[in-house]
């Protein structure tokens, strides 16, 4: 039996991704908070009148702390044990901006803070949550509950990625650690997948992802700058990136994918 994770699912992005899987498929979902479990669970739930409450599991992990993530594992491994079950779907999504502008405006604290949470933090999570993924033994052809939203042969392990962490696509520069961190994820995801092409063949791959300019609290500050019609409501981003996590297929794994289903190239 497949089950999904979102991490975080508190607010922007991984708070729509979650309504949506609770809505659209039928496999369990396991969301992450640092804070609050009860009261996120409460309002992902909120005016979702035809799912089933014990189809969504709220955790607590804070992604700069590993003991969180380690006993998050261990409460899964315990519901969804590895003997009859898989992880299907996983968007490791965290992410921090300090968007400096000069080499004068980087602060030592803020550097480290940003790579703790945009590209350790995908590490550990990796780390712990990838046992639960399928091993190349696993059929998965008559395992999908839902044909239509989900991957039908291969489990999918998404890290957020943007734009603005590909080397080649930088003609404006600035926001060093984010780029930098950013860099990391399509770096580290890369990686990953060729881990998974040994360990599971074709049965699971690993992504990085662009989801565009959402309006989250991520990205609040620079709404002014972009064209409304490349400013993302956070339910058509989640579309989005659903539809690319369908369509690019087993061939485009190990790869930073866009919005548009286009490869960023590092």
Known sequence: MAWSLVCPANRGIG???TRHLLRETR????ATTRRDVEGVKKSILSDLPDVDSDRLTVMEIDVTDESTISKAASQVKSLFPPSTHHLRLAFCIPGILYPEKSPSQLNQEQILSTFAVNTVGPLLLTKHFSPFLPKKSLDLSEQTPDATSLPRNHAVWLNMSARVGSTSDNALGGWYSYRASKAGVN?????FDLFLKTRAADKAMAIAYHPGTVKTGLSEEFWGNVKKEKLFEPGFAVEKMLRVVNGVGI????????????EILP
């Open 15 to 17: 708070f729509h991704l």
């Open 251 to 262: 061939e485009g794994r190990g790869r930073c994918w866009d919005w548009k289903g286009e």
């Open 27 to 30: 496999i369990p979902v396991v």
């Open 187 to 191: 770096s580290l995801t890369k990686t």
